[in-house]
């Protein structure tokens, strides 16, 4: 089964940052989607940010100005910069991926994607 690593996860105080990292290094098509999603408690899983394999990005509207995805394409290693953090982005970060030749398409639905990482939690703290 192929799964991808996040790390980076932890607990800050509002207004602060953190930095997550995701190794998606088990997807081997030169095409692909990259994301990250995040499900609090009692909630859905939403999707956050993504990127494609030519570095294409797509955000969730409480996301813009905050939050920053980024990718390493030599490392297949995916980022996610989190700044101005508020108590309500307390949940499970997850990254996803999807390869194939209509990936870029992909948007943040988290059912478009069909590769998952473990997760990692993140405390925001007022």
């Known amino acids: 089964q192929l799964q991808l690593v996040e790390s980076g996860g932890g607990s800050v105080q509002a207004g602060g940052s953190l930095r997550l990292s995701c190794d998606y290094s088990?997807?081997?098509?030169?095409?692909?989607?990259v994301g990250w999603f995040r499900q609090a408690p009692g909630k859905e899983r939403e999707g956050v940010g993504k990127?494609?394999?030519?570095?294409?990005?797509k955000y969730a509207d409480f996301g813009k100005g905050r939050f920053t995805v980024s990718r390493d394409h030599a490392k297949k290693t995916l980022y996610l910069q989190m700044n101005s953090l508020l108590p309500e982005d307390t949940a499970v970060y997850y990254c996803?991926?999807?390869?194939?030749?209509?990936?870029?398409?992909?948007?943040?639905?988290?059912?478009?994607?069909?590769?998952w990482g473990q997760g990692t939690q993140v405390t925001v703290s007022s």
């Open positions: 996803a991926a999807v390869h194939g030749s209509w990936s870029r398409s992909m948007g943040l639905a988290p059912n478009e994607y069909n590769y």
């Open positions: 088990v997807i081997t098509y030169f095409r692909y989607s």
């Open positions: 990127i494609d394999d030519i570095g294409v990005t």
